[in-house]
């Protein structure tokens, strides 16, 4: 099976509808009329659409209600509308099937902002049906009502309120098709009082949801493959745009020896099996990538916006192909351009390339990679801090005697899955998961990746399940990010969706207090005063876990995977954890230093 392929039946129970190009909605009640709201909740059906999330109330309410009578869509209730955006953009990412989530009047249109921006930035298709006050009272400044036009102008590719029946499907059509074809999102807003109108007779939503593929040009291909076949060396970064192109990467990098830097999207379906590829850079990434980019004499970029050019190569020309235009030199000056879809043009320009028969720049990154892993791996021994060698390094950075991340995100690993589907929040977590969790079999990994966004794991694990309860959907989920959207734990309980919570709970905004420490500014702010949230869990309908030995981890994750239902195992971590970049200076072990010396003088914590 394909590395991004989903059951169609898993999408959508059996019944999946079209080919993506010319879906069609017929009326819900043959011979009887058919409400906007009816021919909307038909149309999202007959496209694939198998789960609405959000918060019922007042404007949507006709919708929610042709919901509860259309059998082939699901409704699933949120706590919070922004779990609904970030559940919907899960759900789109893993099937590529459009997502639909849910806002009423005002404050819960508001709401669904962050989660839709995520989607927005991940490039994946959203369609966001929200709910206005009454036509007549449009614009009178009425109980609740917010100009949605204005509001979503920037997250959406296409934003309209329906403002007459008449105007239906044709806004609809123009809604769907414009996020697909971005992919974005796309927002509909509909009054309160227009869901329960009539639709017009005979009117049918025709859909095409197809986007149209770039073919790389003849001059473009011809001289990246000059520049190329002048370099000595070269070095890849290969993002997601490259993910369905796994054996034309490989192929291009065989024929130039060539080290690849996988961004962290870049993981699913590129990483495993691969030997050529050393990890990630930037933050989360090592040192083996910071030898491969120094040592290049050449960049070929493949399918990645990579966003921090800081952590690239100086003075040696790039090649980028990428899909977008838009893309092509915007991080940092590039000497050929090629415009395409990355499996025809690495086709393409392989023809054009000579092959290089020197490895030391490709064994010399890989050596790199292999030692930095082995030192990374001595921290996953449960008893790493009883060693020599590990009693005197935690006397610096194991103070309270917590659970290495490390150790944990390793268990997690090796316990999970071979196509279990994994969601990090923002921070701490997804260093560990970048490191330690690998992209074996047909395993998907979905984050904040773009936007940086809190609390985003728990929801988009919510979304994951919906799709697929039979397959494992596990969350590495700070304690901050949890927290923040604390209330959709009831969502998993009600809707018995199977997820399995992994937090590591340090107790802090780990990467926060990482980044003040790197600049030699004291801890402050960061301290996270957490109940047991194993026992708020169980007290929330869910099975809660707490681990506070790590010698009790491998029993822990086993059985948390093993129990049916939602999980939440609430994991005592090492608060004082230090991931440093790969192109750590003296000046960053400086910062420690005087951070360190700072907090010893003020106390740790919120202290100053």
């Not at 509909?188 to 005979?202: F, I, Q």
């Not at 034309?248 to 024929?255: I, K, P, S």
């Not at 200076?585 to 360190?596: H, N, P, Q, V, Y």
């Amino acid at each position: 099976m394909p590395v991004f392929a989903w059951s169609a039946a898993a999408v959508s129970g059996g019944r999946f509808v079209g080919d993506g190009q010319g879906y069609s909605s017929q009326p819900s009640r043959a011979g009887a009329m058919t409400t906007i709201a009816e021919q909307i909740v038909a149309t999202l059906a007959d496209l694939g659409v198998r789960t609405v999330w959000g918060v019922v109330g007042d404007a949507l309410n006709p919708v929610t209600d042709a919901i509860r009578r259309e059998e082939r869509v699901g409704w699933v209730g949120t706590r919070h509308e922004e779990a609904a955006a970030f559940a919907a953009g899960a759900q789109s990412q893993l099937t590529g099937v459009l997502g639909v989530c849910m806002g009423t009047v005002g404050p819960g249109a508001i709401h669904l902002l962050n989660g839709l921006y995520d989607a927005k930035k991940s490039r994946t298709p959203v369609l966001a049906i929200c709910g206005q006050v009454p036509l007549p009272e449009l614009g009178s400044d009425y109980f609740q009502e917010v100009d949605n036009d204005a509001l979503f102008g920037d997250v959406a590719e296409f934003c309209r309120t329906i403002t007459s029946p008449e105007q239906m499907p044709r806004l609809l059509e123009q809604a769907i098709q414009a996020a697909y074809a971005g992919p974005g999102v796309a927002v509909l807003t509909l009054p309160g009082d227009v869901g329960s109108m009539e639709a017009p007779a005979g009117t049918r939503a025709r859909l095409t949801t197809r986007r149209p593929v770039p073919v790389p040009q003849e001059e473009e291909l011809e001289r990246a493959a000059k520049l190329i076949n002048a370099a000595g060396s070269v070095t890849m970064l290969v993002g997601m745009g490259a993910r369905e192109a796994r054996a034309e990467v490989l192929a291009v990098a065989e024929r130039l020896n060539a080290p690849m830097v996988l961004t962290l999207k870049g993981k699913e379906g590129l990483e495993h099996d691969n030997p050529y590829q050393i990890g990630q850079s930037g933050l989360i990434g090592n040192p083996a990538t910071k030898k491969a980019f120094d040592a290049a004499d050449l960049l070929l970029m493949v399918g990645t916006d990579f966003p921090y050019p800081q952590w690239l190569p100086e003075g040696v020309p790039v090649v980028q192909l990428d899909l977008r235009a838009e893309n092509i030199g915007r991080r940092v000056p590039v000497e050929a351009g090629v415009v395409g879809d990355a499996a025809a043009g690495l086709r393409a320009l392989l023809g054009g390339l000579a092959a290089k028969k020197d490895r030391a720049h490709l064994d010399g990154a890989r050596a790199a990679y292999a030692s930095w892993n082995e030192r990374q791996r001595k921290l996953v021994d449960p008893e790493h801090d009883k060693g020599m060698i590990g009693k005197i390094r935690a006397r610096f950075d194991n103070t309270e005697a917590r659970i290495r991340p490390e150790a944990l995100a390793a268990v997690v690993d090796e316990l999970a899955a071979d196509d279990a589907v994994f969601t990090t929040d923002t921070g701490m977590s997804t260093v560990w998961m970048s490191r330690f969790v690998t992209m074996r079999g047909d395993r998907r990994m979905l984050g904040s990746y773009n936007l940086g966004s809190m609390a985003n794991a728990m929801p988009q694990a919510l979304g994951a399940s919906a799709v697929d309860r039979g397959r494992q959907v596990v969350a590495f989920c700070g304690d901050g990010g949890l927290t923040m959207l604390l209330g959709d734990l009831l969502t998993a309980v009600a809707y018995d969706l199977p997820v399995k919570l992994i937090v590591f709970d340090n107790g802090r905004l780990g990467m926060v207090k990482l980044e003040q420490e790197q600049g030699g500014l004291p801890e402050f702010g960061t301290v996270l005063g957490n109940p047991d949230l194993a026992a708020v869990a169980t007290a929330m309908g869910l099975t809660g876990i707490r681990v506070s030995d790590p010698r009790d981890l491998p029993g822990a994750i086993g059985k948390a995977l093993a129990t049916p239902g939602p999980v939440l195992v609430d994991v005592l971590t090492n608060p004082e954890e230090i991931s440093l970049p790969p192109k750590a200076t003296a000046s960053d072990a400086w910062g420690f230093a005087i951070a360190k010396l700072k907090e010893s003088v003020t106390s740790p914590g919120d202290k100053g």
